[in-house]
């Protein structure tokens, strides 16, 4: 039991509730959509308080937070910030050529004083990687997340499509605690043919003592996506790895000329907003027969330890 740093203030872990741990909330939008993406979010948080939602976990590393400013005001779900660090492609200039021991100076201001003019503090480490091999760059930024990790007592949060297992690796190397890291997106490397091979991958991980969150059970259930990764977690829940397993959505938008793109929702069916948990992994896992005490482990149980250092 411990507080942790929230969008508006500190919050005890025992207070965290039902917790999606890998959202986008502040997603980017046109200085000029802030009214209409104010009131998109507004109503996708609204939707969640008939789950009675606690927490969420925002995973926008790079996220101007301040023009969410009144946002964060009406909002009654805790919600954390993230710093660290995202695809090349996204990296800041100040980032780019910054040394280990520079990246830490500048994120451990975030921690002690807060991102922007609102001073808003972050309360976990997002780091990113497309594939196994890491470039110079990349392993600064995983040293930088693990020295944070251990002086701050942050949870890491990984972006891992590709090479979870040795981003890992990568991260017990240089000392990190597993106990305290979830990697996402494993999921989406699994399919028909190549299962058994890679959930050798996912043991390997959870064995390691770390943890996986998984977002992606596609958009109905004739697809392939949604059986993979219900094989997994069925999989998971044989194994008594749940200890170990997070649900969440990964629900996050861009504006494309004066509309609004939701991402994972150009198909029929299921769309990928907050409630994508609610509405359809949940009914999708209770007809494999998990129980409510099951799916409170990866919702309310899980979150709270990892946050519980």
């Given at each position: 039991m411990r507080n942790i740093n929230t969008a508006s203030g500190s919050v005890n872990t025992e207070n965290m509730g039902i917790t999606l741990m890998h959202e986008h909330v502040f997603n980017l939008y046109p200085y000029y959509k802030e009214k209409e993406n104010t009131e998109y979010v507004k109503k996708q948080i609204e939707k969640l308080m008939a789950y009675n939602v606690g927490t969420i976990v925002d995973l926008t590393p790079y996220a101007k937070i301040g023009s969410y400013k009144n946002f964060i005001n009406q909002c009654d779900i805790n919600i954390v910030c993230?710093?660290?660090?995202?695809?090349?492609?996204?990296?800041?200039?100040?980032?780019?050529?910054?040394?280990?021991s520079d990246l830490v100076e500048k994120l451990s201001k975030k921690v002690e004083i807060g991102i922007g003019e609102n001073k808003y503090k972050p309360g976990?480490?997002?780091?990113?990687?497309?594939?196994?091999?890491?470039?110079?760059?990349?392993?600064?930024?995983?040293?930088?997340?693990?020295?944070?990790?251990?002086?701050?007592k942050i949870p890491i949060a990984t972006h891992s499509p590709f090479g979870g297992l040795e981003h890992l690796k990568t991260l017990l190397q240089m000392g990190a605690i597993p106990e305290h890291i979830y990697l996402s997106h494993l999921e989406n490397e699994?399919?028909?043919?190549?299962?058994?091979?890679?959930i050798d991958e996912i043991k390997d991980v959870i064995n390691n003592h770390a943890n996986i969150v998984i977002t992606n059970f596609g958009a109905n259930d004739r697809g392939s996506r949604y059986k993979s990764s219900i094989r997994l977690i069925e999989y998971l829940k044989k194994s008594e790895f749940l200890s170990q397993t997070l649900i969440s959505a990964d629900s996050n938008w861009r504006w494309k000329g004066n509309a609004l793109k939701l991402r994972d929702s150009q198909f029929n069916g299921a769309e990928k907003t907050y409630s994508y948990v609610f509405d359809f992994i949940i009914p999708a896992l209770k007809k494999v027969r998990f129980t409510d005490h099951d799916i409170n482990q990866m919702l309310i149980s899980n979150p709270k330890r990892i946050f519980d250092f």
């Open positions: 993230a710093m660290g660090f995202f695809l090349d492609k996204y990296v800041p200039a100040s980032y780019k050529n910054a040394s280990v976990i480490i997002k780091i990113a990687a497309s594939s196994s091999k890491l470039s110079d760059r990349q392993m600064r930024f995983f040293e930088a997340a693990v020295i944070l990790q251990k002086k701050y699994i399919d028909s043919k190549n299962f058994d091979f890679k």
